[in-house]
């Protein structure tokens, strides 16, 4: 598995597109993405365990970094901007590549991927 | 030349831009002020930043919308500072162009680097917080996004100023360091 990671609209869907030699629009049939909003819905470690064992069987999986801003007040946020940056660490131990966008530019943090 | 200078708030980004510049020894030095002063407090930021640049041989142009229309009486050394200040004049000022903002932007930075023989970019990183922001703001974050995107492709270095020090993304940093 392949997981794409990245800041919000860094270019991560166009990257795991241009990786797998499809559209944009053909993408959902081998990646799932925006996986940090399925996070919040985990009620606690053995939920998002196996939420990341399921998303794992995709060829590739994308989460939006969400954890860089100010400790949100508002409690529900806090658990889901906890929740997602876990799950992204669950994420990226199963992963055979793990790859961060940055204004459309790809760094490989674990792995490879094919020149 | 053009090199895309990312970072957050306080990164150090600035700093690294100018020394950019500094260490090129191109002459005239530009520095392209895009920041509106709403207040006060702006306006003393602004005058003490200008005097900053000014020991340092920056000479300051304020543009806060209509890069493209911005003629510079030299080809030298240009400092466009910043580019998260350009987008939301353009957004969201009556004299900026609104939905047409993207092209305005890029026409005008194609322009910048052709009126430059070094142009030096600085971006905000804000992409990381996640999105919930009330009203407007997740428009401005697209655009915003867009256009560093944009700009990344185009420019022959990109980094990132993380504690004030650069982490390269793209480009040959050793090849033009002494460029």
């Known amino acids: ?115 | 030349m053009m090199t895309l200078v990312m970072g957050g708030a306080a990164s150090g980004k600035s700093e690294f831009a100018e020394q950019l510049l500094l260490q090129s020894g191109i002459l005239p030095r530009y520095y392209i002020a895009t920041m509106q002063p709403f207040d006060e407090e702006c306006r003393l930021r602004i005058e003490k930043h200008r005097q900053m640049r000014a020991q340092k041989r920056f000479e300051t142009i304020e543009c806060y919308t209509g890069l493209a229309d911005l003629h510079l009486p030299q080809k030298g050394a240009v400092l466009l500072e910043c580019m998260s200040n350009l987008v939301a004049n353009e957004l969201y000022s009556p004299e900026g162009a609104g939905e047409e903002a993207l092209s305005a932007i890029l026409t005008g930075v194609e322009q910048l680097a052709a009126q430059s023989r070094q142009l030096v970019v600085v971006s905000n990183e804000v992409f990381s917080g996640g999105l919930d922001y009330a009203g407007d703001t997740g428009r401005y974050l697209r655009l915003l996004a867009e256009v560093n995107r944009k700009l990344a492709a185009r420019a022959h270095r990109v980094c990132e100023v993380v504690c004030g020090i650069p982490q390269e993304h793209k480009g040959g940093w050793q090849e033009h360091a002494d460029a």
């Open chain 1, 1 to 115: 598995m392949i997981f794409i990671t990245g800041p919000l609209y860094s270019g991560k869907r166009a990257f795991a597109a241009q990786l797998l030699h499809c559209t944009e629009q053909q993408l959902g049939q081998y990646a799932v993405w925006d996986v940090q909003q399925l996070a919040a819905d985990c009620a606690g470690t053995d939920d998002l365990t196996a939420l990341a064992d399921r998303l794992a069987a995709h060829p590739v999986v994308i989460a939006t970094e969400v954890g860089g801003g100010v400790v949100p007040v508002d409690e529900a946020q806090r658990a889901a901007r906890e929740a997602a940056g876990r799950l992204a660490c669950l994420l990226a131990a199963r992963a055979d590549t793990v790859v961060r966008l940055f204004c459309g530019l790809p760094t490989v943090l674990k792995g490879r991927i094919a020149p």
